[in-house]
């Protein structure tokens, strides 16, 4: 071991917990078991001890997941009732890649097509890519955790993961729930350790598979340095615009979009971040949001009626505010919010038509604000929708389908919602960026496909 991590409240920047780190001899000792194991056919665990593991694993996550919910929302600043949610969704997705363990099959592959084929019969089957490795983020530190670990878990990849440093009490949780079910230690591991060892750790020759979720630069940088063959995932984040179209019901498309940008203090991959709104109901709509806005309540995560917390650092909320009087001072008006509610929470913030050069405008933004910027026509909305290098989910509210329908067409998205803010998920569904925003499926199913490899097998067959 070196050192001890202490990982701090983001709300009262209080200890929480001291976590010993790991060393780059655990590392290697880490990488050296992950590898015999999957490279030693006759230690693989079947795929009914896999689900008899998850099932057990489901079983003692549901007994304990106020728990998990405390924890995850004292060390991430989530409020409490989201993180709740984020522990349902987190127990759905261990079910998820259960249920989805069917899906892991081959298909015949056609023969006597030609014939240099005739006489054989042809067909594929999968089986675990290898290693996977694993670095994730801060935002959802039960679910996203989930989603790296839990489908190599079910389809037999040894895998070792780091956490947030920020947030790595629920991934411990998890792994060692895991372990708790019957899982052997050596198939997951959590390593807490530093991004130097990180690095060691992704780029490894041995490692078969890399998971990432966190930002562009360190993802697609870590992603140059992987060991020929390996295969990635990459979940960066984006600007996820929206398109609000004349004829909306203002009445679902505000409280909607406001949970879309204010949820988790707007630290989330897909928040919504710039509303490109119809000139003719522009003050209709931002007078809307801004009554929301001003509304909700901010501070400690752990109050049950707490709807929007902490950054996760302190040195966020400052940057935040900064990047806001850059828009203002520019000649965007700030509608509510933009100012400290403490020195760990920022204001729910509503800017109108920030300038295009504002860094509110060009980057993401990770933080409890929305833009709104006016447009007359629809084509002109969608034209810098799409002028970013990011493409991840994006929205369009209207009653319109043909003008709906057109617009899923036209926007540059992985994801396109209609009449719904562009952070909604589920855990079954196709989930990743496009461009700067990332490379690979996420979503349970579509991660256990990407960490196995299809054989295929041709047998000569006497002919008649």
Request: with cysteine.
């Amino acid at each position: 071991m070196s050192g001890v991590l202490k990982v701090f409240s983001p709300y009262s920047r209080l200890v929480i917990r001291g976590i010993s780190m790991h060393s780059a001899d655990d590392v290697e000792n880490a990488l050296t078991s992950a590898f015999s194991l999957s490279s030693n056919r006759a230690r693989w665990l079947t795929a009914y001890n896999r689900v008899s593991i998850l099932e057990k694993t489901v079983a003692l996550l549901q007994d304990r997941k106020e728990r998990l919910a405390r924890e995850a929302s004292e060390e991430g600043g989530k409020p409490l009732a989201d993180s709740r949610i984020e522990i349902e969704r987190g127990i759905q997705g261990v079910k998820v890649a259960i249920a989805s363990l069917h899906q892991i099959t081959g298909k015949e592959v056609p023969m006597e097509l030609t014939p240099s084929s005739k006489d054989r019969l042809a067909f594929t089957f999968r089986e675990p890519i290898g290693v996977v490795a694993a670095v994730s983020a801060f935002n959802h530190p039960f679910n996203l955790v989930v989603h790296q670990v839990i489908p190599a878990v079910a389809v037999g990849c040894p895998v070792l993961i780091k956490p947030a440093l920020a947030t790595p009490i629920s991934c411990l949780n998890l792994v060692s729930t895991l372990h708790e079910a019957g899982l052997p230690s050596d198939w997951c591991r959590a390593l807490i350790i530093d991004n130097e060892l990180a690095e060691k750790l992704v780029t490894d020759p041995r490692v078969a598979f890399f998971s990432f979720i966190g930002s562009s630069k360190v993802g697609w940088w870590l992603r140059s340095r992987l060991a020929p063959g390996a295969r990635c995932a990459l979940e960066h984040g984006g600007a996820a615009p929206v398109i609000v179209e004349p004829d909306a019901d203002f009445s679902e498309a505000v409280p909607l979009l406001a949970k879309g940008g204010f949820y988790h203090a707007g630290q989330v991959c897909v928040s919504v971040q710039r509303v490109y709104v119809h000139e003719s109901v522009v003050s209709d709509f931002a007078d809307a949001l801004m009554k929301v806005a001003r509304q909700m309540k901010v501070g400690d995560p752990l109050d049950e009626y707490t709807e929007v917390g902490p950054l996760i650092l302190e040195r966020e909320v400052d940057r935040v505010d900064e990047w806001v009087k850059e828009a203002s001072s520019g000649g965007g008006k700030i509608l509510c919010g933009g100012k400290k509610f403490t020195d760990t929470c920022y204001t729910p913030t509503v800017l109108l038509n920030p300038p295009a050069d504002a860094r509110v405008t060009h980057q993401e933004i990770f933080g409890p604000v929305i833009c709104i910027y006016p447009y007359t026509d629809r084509l002109d909305a969608i034209r810098r929708a799409n002028s970013l290098p990011y493409a991840f989910q994006a929205a369009i509210f209207t009653k319109n389908i043909d003008v709906a329908m057109d617009t899923v067409k036209r926007i540059d998205a992985s994801a396109v919602m209609v009449n719904d803010h562009t952070a909604f998920r589920v855990d079954w569904m196709p989930f990743g960026g496009r461009r700067l925003s990332g490379i690979g499926i996420g979503g349970i199913s579509y991660a256990m496909q990407e960490m196995t490899q299809e054989k295929l097998v041709v047998i000569r067959t006497p002919a008649l």
